[in-house]
Nanobody, 122 residues
């Protein structure tokens, strides 16, 4: 599966951004989908993931974004989204979408999209 992320940009602290990730291929619904981020000088970290289609839309989040970010997917459009609210300067990073599996609780990325930059000013 090929992934194309978009929607990054500059936001003020407390503001919102919505990231989108378009996936190619006919098996999109079979993948657990997720978002990761990498800040300068830091390792890539998990942000959020959403279960495969048809199983029940379970989600999981990093503690640092819980309650502020929401991941969703539209299997009919091969899209996954990350709604980011109450942004903080520490959310500044390059954000990557990923497709993987095998299950939500043990999400392992198989494919990565290119990153999209999110910058939050204080």
């Amino acid at each position: 599966v090929q992934l194309q992320a978009s929607g990054g940009g500059l936001a003020q602290a407390g503001g919102s951004l919505r990231l989108s990730c378009a996936a190619s291929g006919r098996t999109f619904s079979s993948y657990v989908m997720g978002w990761f981020r990498q800040a300068p000088g830091k390792e890539r970290e998990f942000v959020a993931a959403i279960n495969r289609g048809g199983i029940g839309i379970g989600t999981t989040y990093a503690d640092s974004v819980k309650g502020r970010f929401t991941i969703s997917r539209d299997n009919a459009k091969n899209m996954v989204y990350l709604q980011m609210n109450s942004l903080k300067p520490e959310d500044t990073a390059v954000y990557y979408c990923a497709a993987g599996g095998p299950v939500l609780a043990n999400f392992t990325p198989y494919s990565w999209g290119q990153g999209t930059q999110v910058t939050v000013s204080s």
